[in-house]
């Protein structure tokens, strides 16, 4: 059975900063895996989709990375700002599977 | 981009009642469907599959018979808890998987609580 972890559960960085956000997964089998946000409340907004067949996909400010032998992918965020506070969730979509989140929040 | 949408948005009712959430993809046809269920500050778990035309796949420990779901059509499922219980206020979001380009997309979610 897939397992989806994301690590850490929890960051806390100054406005400004760049910082990688880490998911792992134990079956490299996958189709796709997708990175999402999720604000308090609310529900999920796609950020990123990456292929089984792709390396990595990158959109403004996000870069997310695929290495399916490892089983991780990583999500990056560049100059970080307080709107990007959030929790951030990654899925293989597969399996329908997703981690625990991580919830950033970056202080102004 | 690709729109899926839940009705209703929130919804409160009592307990012993049932409840229908329904997921439409707006502008794709989605013959897999996937209801999740959110509790305060946890990840989303999936609750079960809904293919169109056919009985919806539920997960280990999901009672079928209390979460009723029926995938109509290529645009529509319904989620039904039924006799529902205060146990079971969560935050309920569907995703629907495009036929063609095979991503998932989400639905904003349904918040029900049972008083």
């Known amino acids: 059975k897939q397992e989806v972890t994301q690590i850490p559960a929890a960051l806390s960085v100054p406005e400004g900063e760049n910082l990688v956000l880490n998911c792992s997964f134990t079956d490299s089998a996958i189709y796709n895996l997708q990175w999402f946000r999720q604000d308090p409340g609310k529900g999920l907004t796609s950020l990123l989709l990456?292929?089984?067949?792709?390396r990595e996909q990158t959109s403004g400010r996000l870069n997310a990375s695929l290495d399916k032998s490892s089983g991780r992918s990583t999500l990056y965020i560049a100059a970080s700002q307080p709107g990007d506070s959030a929790t951030y969730l990654c899925a293989v979509l597969n399996d329908m599977r997703f981690g625990a989140g991580t919830r950033l929040t970056v202080k102004p | 981009g690709a729109v899926v949408s839940q009705h209703p948005s929130w919804v409160i009712c009592k307990s012993g009642t049932s409840v229908k959430i329904e997921c439409r993809s707006l502008?794709?046809?989605?013959?897999?469907m996937f209801w999740y269920r959110q509790f305060p500050k946890q990840s989303l778990m999936l609750m079960a599959t809904s293919n169109e035309g056919s009985k919806a796949t539920y997960e280990q420990g999901v009672e079928k018979d209390k979460f009723l779901i029926n995938h109509a059509s290529l645009t529509l499922s319904t989620l039904t808890v039924t006799s529902a219980h205060p146990e079971d206020s969560s935050f309920y979001i569907c995703s629907a998987r495009d036929v063609s380009s095979y991503e998932q997309y989400f639905g904003p979610g349904t918040r029900l609580t049972v008083t």
């Open positions: 502008d794709f046809q989605a013959t897999t």
């Open positions: 990456i292929q089984s067949s792709q």
